[in-house]
């Protein structure tokens, strides 16, 4: 199998986090802290968390997230570091990564 394109924790970020399990480990409102869901949505400066309280959108400038990876295991993943439309994340990291 080429797992070039296998979700690791080193290459999570030039991924889609659609579909991901994620938990709120850090966040500038400590309500958010603990919060944990799969993620539904993404736009270019919030997530959209599918929780058991319902769908809550947070903004992603102010979580660090720890996701579960499809294959086993989790990676943490700064909002900071994403904060960018989703199309272009991806095509972008990928290409620094290449």
């Known amino acids: 199998m080429d797992c070039r394109y296998c979700i690791t924790s080193k290459n999570v970020l030039v ?45 992603k400038r102010e979580v660090v997230l720890e996701v579960e990876l499809p294959g086993g295991g989790k990676a943490l993943v700064d909002g900071k570091k994403i904060e960018k439309r989703p199309e272009e994340r991806t095509k972008e990291l990928w290409r620094k990564r290449l």
């Open 15 to 59: 991924h889609e986090l659609i579909g991901l399990n994620a938990k709120v480990i850090e966040s500038t409102e400590k309500g958010r802290i603990g919060m944990n869901g799969r993620i539904v949505d993404e736009t270019m400066h919030t997530l959209s968390i599918d929780t058991a309280k319902g769908e809550k959108i947070i903004p």
